[in-house]
């Protein structure tokens, strides 16, 4: 059953998004001349998220304070720890309204504001951050997807060996039954090699690290040159 408040909350944050986003649209049309603000391509619980990190780093808030003040006043009942509004900020957690309103009073704001577009934003900055919280997401779904994938890779599992049990209990030696057991091997045979592999990986967590870290700035490098490259055709 669809909880009433969630769906309220996700109606008047679109509304609230539209109004916001069209006025904003016309005052930077005007300033800078038509051009896309970063946040515009958000949906609104990205803006909410974006906005919610901004204005806690403005007002120079921790997330626990935000915590610790909706905790004392226990509006509405709600309660979120540190690491749930760590979540949302992130992107990684839908909130719902009466956590939207409770946040937004221990910030001393109203809850609207999450989902303003300001003209005078720093574009480069903004770009940036934005492209962040749209990767925090897609990786969130990544995490969905990989959670989902492996469910579904249990119950097909499960659903094999009840296949396979019932066609030698009644010796049906199909060409799928054979077929299934074929893909077995060749699955475990790969699950042998990888392990094997493992087995010569002696390096230690340090090393590891240190080659992350080579490699991570190698690849800072590449992408920088590539960009300023591009920049410069």
Do not use: C
């Not at 006025?23 to 800078?32: F, M, N, P, V």
């Not at 579904?152 to 060996?161: D, L």
């Amino acid at each position: 059953m669809t909880n009433h408040d969630d769906v309220s909350a996700k109606v008047d944050a679109d509304e609230a998004m539209l109004s916001v986003t069209v006025t904003g649209d016309a005052e930077l049309e005007h300033k800078h001349g038509r051009m896309e603000h970063p946040l515009e391509g958000l949906d609104s619980e990205s803006l909410a998220s974006f906005n919610l990190r901004r204005i806690r780093k403005e007002l120079g808030m921790s997330q626990q304070q935000i915590a610790d003040r909706i905790a004392k006043q226990r509006p509405g009942g709600v309660k979120l720890s540190q690491t749930q509004i760590a979540k949302i900020e992130r992107g990684e957690r839908p909130w719902r309204l009466n956590e939207m309103t409770a946040i937004a009073g221990a910030l001393d704001i109203m809850w609207d504001e999450f989902f303003r577009v300001r003209p005078g934003d720093d574009f480069t900055l903004l770009d940036v951050d934005a492209a962040r919280l749209r990767y925090e997401r897609a990786k969130s779904l990544e995490e969905d997807a990989r959670d989902a994938w492996r469910e579904a890779a249990r119950a097909r599992y499960e659903r094999e060996e009840e296949f396979l049990r019932l066609a030698a209990k009644h010796d049906v030696q199909s060409p799928h039954v054979m077929f299934a057991l074929e893909m077995r091997w060749m699955h475990q045979a790969y699950v042998d090699k990888a392990q094997e592999d493992l087995k010569y990986d002696t390096e230690d967590l340090e090393t590891r690290k240190r080659k992350a870290n080579e490699f991570a700035q190698q690849e800072w490098e590449r992408l920088a040159r590539e960009e300023k490259e591009s920049g410069d055709e």
